[in-house]
Nanobody
Framework: QVQLVESGGGLVQAGGSLTLSCAAS????????MGWHRQAPGEQRELVAT??????NFADSVKGRFTISRDYTKNAVYLQMNSLKPEDTAVYYC???????????WGQGTQVTVSS
């Protein structure tokens, strides 16, 4: 069983910054990748950023503004969000996979609201 617990969401003005944190616990000691997805009201869930073996992948909409990092000793992943825009408002979910084709585990989500 895997638990992903996010923290760090909140309300911020446009142009501001937030850092999301996610810690994994349970029976799995390491993950093929960890990352973040988000879902805005009325929208489909979308990938924001992932980190796998040192390689990172970002949605075009956040490139240059968001960075992702992992702490392998803590089984944790972080999302540094800079220059936030109102369109970044969404529930952000931490995700993790044991393998490329394996089950994607999800956290409970943390709300990020960017005011204009």
């Amino acid at each position: 069983q895997v638990q992903l617990v996010e923290s760090g969401g909140g309300l911020v003005q446009a142009g501001g910054s937030l850092t999301l944190s996610c810690a994994a616990s349970g029976s799995i000691r390491s993950f093929y990748d960890m990352g973040w997805h988000r879902q805005a009201p009325g929208e489909q869930r979308e990938l924001v950023a992932t980190s796998s073996g040192g390689a990172t992948n970002f949605a075009d909409s956040v490139k240059g503004r968001f960075t992702i990092s992992r702490d392998y000793t803590k089984n944790a992943v972080y999302l540094q969000m800079n220059s936030l825009k109102p369109e970044d408002t969404a529930v952000y979910y931490c995700t993790a996979r044991v393998s490329r084709w394996g089950t994607r585990y999800w956290g409970q989500g943390t709300q990020v609201t960017v005011s204009s």
